[in-house]
């Protein structure tokens, strides 16, 4: 079992930066592959990114791709999403989660933190 929190999120001009930051609890957290999805108002919940747990291979979502980046640090139980040159389209609840395996569908993965908000505004 692993339980994430999520932080970082917050309020943000079009073209500024945040970092967001997902703490996993228990001893296994480099085994799970990370991501990191979105949902706005009204939207189905959308990938964003992800990260697996052997060699640390990235995946990204078109839309923030080149914008965002994914990385982990197994000695903090840590998971982060850079996310620069933000827009108001990426204004949403962002959400991390884990899996024994990477995959790019929310319906993929098992463990999820409670969400974090980020509003871009234009």
């Known amino acids: 079992q692993v339980q994430l929190v999520e932080s970082g999120g917050g309020l943000v001009q079009a073209g500024g930066s945040l970092r967001l930051s997902c703490a996993a609890s228990?001893?296994?957290?480099?085994?799970?592959?990370m991501g990191w999805f979105r949902q706005a108002p009204g939207k189905e919940r959308e990938f964003v990114a992800a990260?697996?747990?052997?060699?640390?291979?990235?995946y990204y979502a078109d839309s923030v791709k080149g914008r965002f980046t994914i990385s982990r640090d197994n000695a903090k139980n840590t998971v982060y999403l850079q996310m620069n040159s933000l827009k108001p389209e990426d204004t949403a609840v962002y959400y991390c989660?884990?899996?024994?395996?990477?995959?790019?569908?929310?319906?993929?993965?098992?463990?999820w933190g409670q969400g974090t908000q980020v509003t871009v505004s234009s």
């Open positions: 990260i697996s747990w052997s060699d640390s291979s990235t």
């Open positions: 228990g001893r296994t957290f480099s085994s799970y592959a």
């Open positions: 989660a884990a899996d024994l395996e990477v995959g790019l569908g929310y319906g993929e993965y098992d463990h």
